[in-house]
């Protein structure tokens, strides 16, 4: 297995798309929305490599750390995932159930110290896409007037 990607949760979507895409210069290459309505948008920080930023987070106070969202380990075949589903299940590890996605298919689960993992199993390839949530933030609309 190897990292997919990292999801970061924010309050302020808005604030997010501006440092990382602004300031920082990377690039959003896609907007949707998670099945209880949430905003997920992924930037690509090159080298191949992307985040997800999930919107609706409460940030921690002063002085509390911030949390990663989720660790994405995506495997290669349905043998794969099947298996580690029922591996997981078998050791006692709380799996949450199947998502099916337009790109394949997750799970997700928790390991020992708390932190959210996701298995993936991509069976098509990512559509990148600005066009996915019908809502976005005001700076979306701004980056695609520059494309």
């Known amino acids: 297995m190897y990292l997919d990607h990292v999801g970061i949760n924010t309050n302020d979507m808005e604030a997010t798309l501006q440092f990382y895409c602004g300031i920082l210069g990377m690039r959003l290459v896609r907007t949707t929305r998670t099945p209880d309505g949430r905003r997920h948008y992924t930037v690509e920080i090159g080298g191949g490599n992307a985040f997800a930023v999930f919107d609706g987070a409460e ?4 002085g509390e750390r911030q949390h990663v969202n ?4 995506p495997v290669e075949t349905l043998e794969e995932f099947d298996a580690t589903y029922q591996r ?3 050791h006692g590890v ?3 159930e199947i998502i099916e996605r337009g790109y394949g298919k997750t799970f997700y ?6 932190i959210r993992l996701q298995i993936e199993l991509k069976t098509k390839q990512d559509a ?3 066009e996915g949530d019908p809502d976005p933030v005001p700076y979306v609309r701004a980056l695609l007037q520059r494309a």
């Open 94 to 96: 709380a799996v949450t």
């Open 109 to 114: 689960f928790h390991d020992p110290n708390g």
């Open 88 to 90: 997981l299940e078998d």
């Open 70 to 73: 989720h660790l994405a380990l």
């Open 59 to 62: 940030l921690p106070t002063a």
């Open 128 to 130: 990148d896409s600005l």
